[in-house]
């Protein structure tokens, strides 16, 4: 079992940054592969990014290629998203999500545990 708390979204300007952070409660965090996924208004959830269990693999989606980054801590059971260049279409919720390894990092399907969101606003 693990528990998921999303913090560090907020209002920024086009063009700013912002880190996103997860927590994760429980012993067993260094085995999850962890994403993150947004839900703008209206719309579906959609895939972020992505690493595996050891850090050694990271995935995105297209239109943030080159802005965000995924990294994890496994000691501090931490997952974060650096997002830089941010637009007025980055803004969403964002959760971040855990699940055992498998082949695919993006299905939103294979993810077991998920947090709560956090809310991030970018201003034209």
């Known amino acids: 079992q693990v528990q998921l708390v999303e913090s560090g979204g907020g209002l920024v300007q086009a063009g700013g940054s912002l880190r996103l952070s997860c927590a994760a409660s429980g012993r067993t965090f260094s085995i999850y592969d962890m994403g993150w996924f947004r839900q703008a208004p209206g719309k579906e959830r959609e895939f972020v990014a992505a690493i595996r269990w050891n850090g050694g693999n990271t995935y995105y989606r297209d239109s943030v290629k080159g802005r965000f980054t995924i990294s994890r801590d496994n000691a501090k059971k931490t997952v974060y998203l650096q997002m830089n260049s941010l637009k007025p279409e980055d803004t969403a919720v964002y959760y971040c999500?855990?699940?055992?390894?498998?082949?695919?990092?993006?299905?939103?399907?294979?993810?077991?545990?998920w947090g709560q969101g956090t809310q991030v606003t970018v201003s034209s």
């Open positions: 999500a855990a699940k055992k390894p498998t082949v695919r990092l993006a299905t939103m399907a294979e993810y077991e545990y």
